[in-house]
């Protein structure tokens, strides 16, 4: 099967990023979010990055303008309707997803693929929102998704072969390398990622280092790109805690226990770059 219409949920950092790489590879995308401000914010920040590659020289004036014109903004659902896949990338909470699919699953077409962004949840859970669970797939992308190379692909319990290799096949399309994991909390990336941030954070609680240090040591003593602390914050603190969430209710076991100071940065509402305030100070 061949996706030539998309439809993107939720403009923020992860979807506005998903839009983008999907126009820039000559694909329609609907633009979705519940208010009008979060889907102009989305296409703002897709419309900088573009301005950003024509500046560099790897894009022209004119291919922006082509990209741009293939993102329409919405705020209804109903257009829906007529998208060959969806991909859905709203907040990390199962509650919402799970209504998200069941909507979805009445208004789109029996044959449209219904994908979730979904950096930690089950996808075999959120598949069972729907009547369709053979057509429902996890699409990890990462942050900054015009950068990142990667995506996880994961199959739900029920997901069939052939929508396996759409989306593989269109993972490439949009010049991304597509990995293959399975339905596991955190799936292969958070699973590996979130500790390690959780750790950089239990050690600034017990007064090993402060932020600035522990960071250094990650990046000049491993060769990360940033350290742990200034990619929590570049992720945003309350995704952090809960994906943290997700891995310590889903395994159970106490090595995945939250930070009591990251409990505290959310509940301050210190949540990274986003807010001003995380590990560090944004203006
Ligand atoms: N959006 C779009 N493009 C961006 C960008 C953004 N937010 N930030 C940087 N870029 C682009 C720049 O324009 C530049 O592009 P060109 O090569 O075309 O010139 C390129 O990225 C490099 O940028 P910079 O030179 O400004 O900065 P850098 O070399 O420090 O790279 C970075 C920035 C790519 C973000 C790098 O710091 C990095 O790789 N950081 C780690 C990111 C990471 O680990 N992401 C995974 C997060 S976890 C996740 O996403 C999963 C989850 O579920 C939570």
């Known amino acids: 099967m061949s996706i030539k219409k998309v439809l993107v949920i939720g403009a923020g950092q992860?979807?506005?990023?998903?839009?983008?790489?999907?126009?820039?590879?000559?694909?329609?995308?609907?633009?979705?979010?519940?208010?009008?401000?979060?889907?102009?914010?989305?296409?703002?920040?897709?419309?900088?990055?573009?301005?950003?590659?024509?500046?560099?020289?790897?894009?022209t004036e004119k291919e922006k303008h082509l990209i741009l014109k293939?993102?329409?903004?919405?705020?209804?659902l109903e257009q829906a309707s007529e998208v060959d896949l969806v991909i859905e990338?709203?907040?990390?909470?199962?509650?919402?997803?799970?209504?998200i699919f069941s909507e979805l699953d009445e208004?789109?077409?029996?044959?449209?693929?219904?994908?979730t962004n979904t950096s930690s949840l089950p996808i075999t859970e959120i598949a069972a929102a729907t009547n369709r669970p053979e057509k429902v797939i996890g699409m990890h992308f990462m942050n900054p998704v015009p950068v990142m190379k990667l995506v996880e692909v994961i199959r739900?319990?029920?997901?069939?072969?052939e929508v396996f290799n759409t989306i593989e096949d269109l993972a490439k399309k949009?010049?991304?390398?597509?990995?293959?994991?399975?339905?596991?909390?955190?799936?292969?990336?958070?699973?590996?990622l979130m500790p390690m941030i959780n750790e950089a954070i239990f050690a600034v609680y017990e007064g090993v280092a402060e932020p600035k240090a522990i960071d250094e040591v990650m990046k000049l003593g491993m060769n990360h790109p940033m350290g742990p602390l200034t990619l929590a914050d570049f992720i945003g603190l309350d995704t952090c805690l809960y994906i943290m969430e997700t891995l310590h209710d889903g395994f159970g076991d106490d090595k995945y226990r939250p930070c009591p100071l990251l409990r505290k940065y959310v509940k301050a509402g210190w949540l990274?770059?986003?807010?001003?305030?995380?590990?560090?100070?944004?203006n």
């Open 156 to 161: 739900g319990l029920a997901t069939t072969d």
């Open 14 to 59: 992860m979807g506005s990023g998903i839009a983008q790489v999907h126009a820039m590879a000559g694909i329609d995308v609907i633009l979705h979010d519940i208010k009008e401000e979060f889907v102009q914010r989305g296409i703002t920040t897709i419309t900088k990055n573009l301005t950003r590659q024509v500046d560099k020289g790897k894009l």
């Open 174 to 192: 949009v010049g991304k390398t597509p990995v293959e994991v399975n339905d596991f909390p955190g799936f292969v990336s958070n699973r590996i």
């Open 107 to 115: 208004i789109t077409s029996p044959t449209t693929i219904l994908a």
């Open 272 to 282: 990274g770059k986003k807010t001003g305030r995380g590990f560090y100070e944004y």
């Open 70 to 76: 293939r993102i329409h903004p919405s705020t209804k």
């Open 89 to 99: 990338a709203a907040v990390e909470n199962m509650e919402i997803k799970t209504k």
